[in-house]
């Protein structure tokens, strides 16, 4: 796919993670432990925190693992949109 331009490339893996294709390589960043509710808008929540975090200028990997916690908090919520995402809530470890 990075062949046909983009510069970046993510395939989500569900709960194995998501793999990352940039012009150093390809890189696996596993998923945090999850107690799945819901996963509709998982997806959707880690590509807004990762692109926040790029927007920031943030490295990759700290993007990537935003986009992580994410994907994480929306699975554990009912709702497509958790209401505990929050700038702060993404960067606790």
Do not use: H, K, W
């Not at 990352?20 to 390589?25: K, S």
């Not at 107690?35 to 990537?64: S, T």
């Amino acid at each position: 796919m990075r062949a046909l331009g983009p510069g970046l490339v993510f395939v989500a893996l569900g709960d194995a993670g998501v793999a990352v294709a940039a012009e150093a390589g390809c890189e696996l960043y596993p998923a945090p432990a999850t107690d799945v509710v819901n996963v509709n808008g998982a997806g959707d929540g880690f590509a807004a925190a990762v692109l926040d975090a790029l927007l920031a200028a943030a490295p990759l990997p700290d993007a990537v693992r935003r986009g992580l916690a994410a994907a994480r908090l929306t699975a554990q919520s009912p709702a497509t949109c958790s209401a505990e995402i929050s700038a702060a809530r993404l960067d606790r470890p």
